[in-house]
């Protein structure tokens, strides 16, 4: 006779729908001092260019996302997982799932702006390939901190760095020489 262990269903990651705005708002208020009302969860999303995404695990929302499209990058504008799933990959899987987003012919990079006192944050933006790219002192309304802004560039693929290029073989100077000729 075999046991069968229950497992949790596997974390699902999907877009938000209005449903999910009350455990969506919950995780909000156990993350943050300084949170998003429902209205501006709302008002972002009825924005063309806003998206919103949860993690779920065994019918229950875990953690969310928050964040626009832009030409040539991804801007993440909120985003949290709940107290009691951190340190499980949710949050790591969820921006995984942005950085596959990415394509060398389009959108190459998401940034997002991080609190320079949540240094959890900073830490777990590092870990996944982020670099702080700049400060921005008194960004916040509430307070007069500093955010640092960080980015994930896709990198090029490796294959171009190990294609052959036929090179020109005329020296740079012979093309000054030419015009100060």
């Known amino acids: 006779m075999s046991l069968k ?3 949790p269903d596997q974390l699902q990651i999907r877009w ?16 943050f001092e300084f949170q998003w009302t429902e209205e501006d969860f709302l008002c972002c999303l009825r924005q063309r260019n806003c998206i919103g995404m949860v993690a779920e ?21 909120n985003f949290a997982v709940s107290p009691n799933y951190r340190r499980q990959q949710i949050g790591q899987r ?6 596959d987003k990415l394509s060398q012919q389009r959108r190459r990079e998401i940034v997002t702006e991080v609190r320079e006192s949540n240094l959890s944050a900073q830490l777990f933006f590092k870990s996944l390939g982020f670099l702080a790219i700049t ?34 073989r005329i020296s740079s100077y012979d093309l000054y020489d030419r015009d100060a000729a």
């Open 94 to 99: 969820m921006i995984q799932r942005l950085i």
């Open 57 to 77: 695990q065994d019918g229950k929302i875990v953690g969310f996302m928050i964040y626009e499209l832009h030409k040539s990058r991804l801007h993440i504008l």
């Open 135 to 168: 400060i921005v002192r008194g960004r916040y309304e509430d307070t007069e901190e500093a955010a640092y802004i960080m980015s994930y560039l896709l990198i090029e693929e490796s294959a171009e760095e190990t294609t052959f290029k036929p090179t020109n």
């Open 16 to 31: 938000l729908i209005r449903r999910d705005m009350e455990e969506v708002l919950a995780i909000e208020q156990a993350s």
């Open 5 to 7: 262990i229950h497992q």
